[in-house]
């Protein structure tokens, strides 16, 4: 089946500029950062911003790429889409549903951390209970309207901004002693064992770490279907969003670990609070927790609303129940949310019964699925490149290609090959490559039952 690329009528154009470029700068800014980070200055020193910067720029270049080809030829399905023109159905098939994996998994995950958060401010009400308070509310919002997700996106992901340029600036004068008091040193930088006190071999031991938590801006890429003017809505969001990401992850770690010498972050505590529990900010703890909040509450948000559209793309492909395609008035592809939010709602109770075991396997399982559909997107790029120079439709184009995009893809299989020899890693990417297998299986499944005789495709209608 041909991939459509022209704008589907049934999708409303509601989502503004405003929207893109907050969607995907929001996307990669959340606990990942604020506690997550811990966990990297921990094991690599205070050089954690090195690794920051690399994981950055790769995140970055595969941005690059994916914008060269959504502002070429934009599609509802994005890198779905460029996969299956690249490589042929499955690869569309097989990118889709393990994307669509990965985020209704997220979802569930960050229903369940919303829950744990809140229950720590009114310890009478479950988590099972809060959590699924807030699928429900996340669920309303987007049934609404498009609009009315790319708003709270937007605002959502505006309190995290502002938190974090308010860090930077609190920070920032701490470490150049421009605050009252200030005891930062540049000589923590070296002091405490040294600048890699784990070996230069741990900064890119750290981008293993680090890659997880900047999942979330190609987000931006789908959302742009949505908007008034797709391919200039990517371009400005990759733009913008390319360098922030680095400012924000690389100065950020950089004025934590001059402020206080490393040894004195914890793993698992913010980095953020200890930082500014020590500058003597009142209440630091309390004012991190909840802007952790609202990150979980964005990440819910676009989970929802990216789950739902890779429905939408893969049933109008016919490679998902045709049923599911179907939109409201308002063009919300209503079938697709509540699919997706129903299995957010099943991970909430698995949660709750079985958090060791089946819990924990679903969260190792998704894991790793990115880093594949970013490997996908190197390829696909790697492959379409020659076609949108023959069409002359390359508006947007990677720089340097080919060696850039081949150094990107080198990389990213140089972290996955890292996370096999990696006992910490070893059984998530086991797990992921479990779920990769299930969903090829269900591929041959599909094309079993589309080759049937029965097997008509009828259009879908409105809902």
């Not at 733009?239 to 680095?246: A, S």
């Not at 429905?311 to 699919?339: D, M």
Request: charged share 10%; with cysteine; glycine share 8%.
């Amino acid at each position: 089946m041909p991939v459509q690329t022209e704008h589907d009528p049934r999708l409303k154009r509601a989502l503004k500029t405003r929207h893109i470029s907050m969607l995907a700068l929001g996307g990669v800014i959340g606990a990942g950062l604020f506690v997550g980070s811990s966990a990297v200055i921990a094991s690599t020193g205070p050089g954690a911003f090195i690794t920051y910067a690399i994981t950055g720029l790769i995140v970055a270049l595969v941005m690059r790429m994916l914008g060269e080809m959504a502002a070429a030829h934009p599609t509802r399905g994005s890198f779905v889409d460029y996969a299956r023109m690249a490589f042929g159905r499955p690869a569309g098939y097989m990118t889709g549903w393990l994307y669509w994996y990965f985020w209704v998994i997220v979802v569930g995950f960050e229903a369940v951390v919303g829950g744990q958060i809140i229950n720590g401010w009114f310890p009478d009400l479950p988590v099972w209970a809060i959590a699924l308070g807030l699928m429900v509310g996340m669920t309303l919002l987007n049934l609404m309207s498009v609009h009315s997700f790319g708003e709270a996106e937007y605002w959502f992901a505006g309190i995290k901004v502002v938190a974090i340029v308010v860090f930077l600036a609190v920070a920032g004068a701490w470490a150049f002693k421009l605050w009252p008091g200030s005891t930062a040193s540049f000589a923590n930088l070296t002091d405490h064992g040294g600048f890699l006190p784990h070996d230069i071999g741990s900064l890119f031991t750290g981008v293993v770490v680090v890659i997880f938590s900047m999942t979330g801006v190609e987000v931006a890429t789908l959302a742009a279907a949505e908007s008034e003017d797709p391919s200039r809505n990517i371009r400005k969001a990759v733009n913008t969003v390319m360098m922030r990401i680095l400012v924000f992850f690389v100065l950020a770690t950089f004025f934590i670990v001059v402020a206080q010498p490393w040894t004195d972050i914890v793993p698992g505590k913010s980095p953020f609070v200890t930082t500014l529990e020590r500058i003597g900010i009142p209440g630091a703890g309390d004012m991190l927790t909840l802007v952790i909040l609202v990150a979980v509450l964005s990440v819910l948000n676009a989970g929802l609303y990216t789950s739902s559209r890779l429905l939408y793309v893969l049933a109008s492909n016919g490679e998902a129940p045709r049923w599911i395609a179907a939109t409201s008035r308002k063009g919300v592809p209503v079938r697709g949310v509540i699919a997706s939010t129903l299995v957010g709602y099943g991970c909430v109770v698995i949660a709750a019964v079985w958090p060791d075991t089946v819990f924990q396997f679903l969260i190792n399982s998704s894991g790793t699925v990115f880093l594949f559909v970013y490997l996908v997107i190197c390829l696909s790029q790697l492959k379409l490149r020659r076609r949108w120079v023959a069409e002359g439709s390359l508006k947007f184009a990677m720089w340097a290609h080919p060696v850039l995009p081949l150094l990107v893809t080198g990389s990213i299989i140089a972290v996955l090959v890292s996370m096999a020899f990696d006992p910490s890693t070893q059984i998530s990417l086991l797990q992921c490559v479990i779920a990769i297998i299930a969903i090829a299986a269900s591929y041959l499944v599909f094309r079993v039952s589309a080759s049937s005789p029965a097997a008509t495709v009828q259009p879908a209608k409105n809902a």
